[in-house]
């Protein structure tokens, strides 16, 4: 079970060990971003922190975000990673409603905009809490290493999208992440921008490493870094 601590009046972080995730309630409905590595009863877990209609909304198809998928009659997350991670075939009794870069989704007072950022995966997406000034990156920006090797992956995306993130800094004051620290803030983003521009340009070394039976390439700059 999903340890659950409040971080403001109207939006709690779920921690099951492995991963983070998160419910966000407005005057109307709440979202669960993500649903976790072990928490198949998801559902019944946020109605346990509210009473609102709550609605699954995913940053991305990793095994580790999407355990609660099919206590959910619907999910929300972008088309890309529904089809490439196998959902609908994970989760039959689970239908897709697509999310798109620009879309805004409003829980009632609060609205959250979706931004298609690809790399990590080609759907991955983050949310801009508006009126918070809260970024919700997934594992698109995190202190420690980003995945972007196998299946599914984009990494000749990933720069383009973390400038878009950078771009948006004006509109963000934290970001929070789902793996490690969960709370950083907005310049963070600049900062694994910067380290994968060096990791591109051919500045930065790595360590032949062992991932899960995968060849990578370890880069590490600061407290940040990449399996490639
Ligand atoms: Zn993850």
């Known amino acids: 079970m999903a340890e659950i601590i409040q971080i403001n009046k109207n939006t ?3 921690e099951d060990g492995f991963v983070r995730f998160f419910l966000l309630e407005g005057k109307e ?7 976790g590595v072990g ?5 019944e877990l946020a109605q346990t922190i509210t009473d609102k209609e709550i609605i699954l909304l995913n940053t991305h198809g990793d095994v580790d975000h999407i355990s609660g998928t099919g206590s959910f009659s619907t ?14 075939h994970k989760y039959p009794k689970t239908s897709l409603i697509k999310v798109e870069d620009g879309d805004v989704l409003d829980l ?8 298609h950022i ?6 991955s997406i983050a949310i801009l809490d508006i009126n918070e ?3 919700y990156a997934g594992d698109s920006v995190q202190k420690g290493h980003i995945f972007l090797f196998g299946n599914h992956r984009a990494p000749e995306l990933y720069l383009d999208s973390l400038s878009k993130l950078v771009s948006l800094t004006s509109e963000y004051d934290y970001i929070y992440a789902s793996h490690d620290e969960y709370k950083l803030s907005n310049d963070y983003s600049i900062k694994v921008k910067n380290a994968w521009e060096k990791v591109l340009s051919g500045q930065a070394i790595y360590e032949d490493a062992d991932l899960f039976g995968n060849k990578v390439k370890s880069y590490t700059l600061e407290d940040c870094g990449f399996y490639l």
């Open 118 to 123: 690809p790399g990590h995966t080609i759907g």
């Open 12 to 14: 709690w972080r779920l």
């Open 75 to 88: 999910i929300y997350m972008h088309e890309s990673d529904y089809n490439n991670c196998g959902i609908g």
């Open 29 to 35: 409905k709440s979202v669960l971003i993500d649903s």
């Open 133 to 135: 000034r809260v970024l």
């Open 108 to 115: 009632g007072n609060r609205p959250l905009r979706i931004v």
């Open 39 to 43: 928490s198949s009863d998801a559902f």
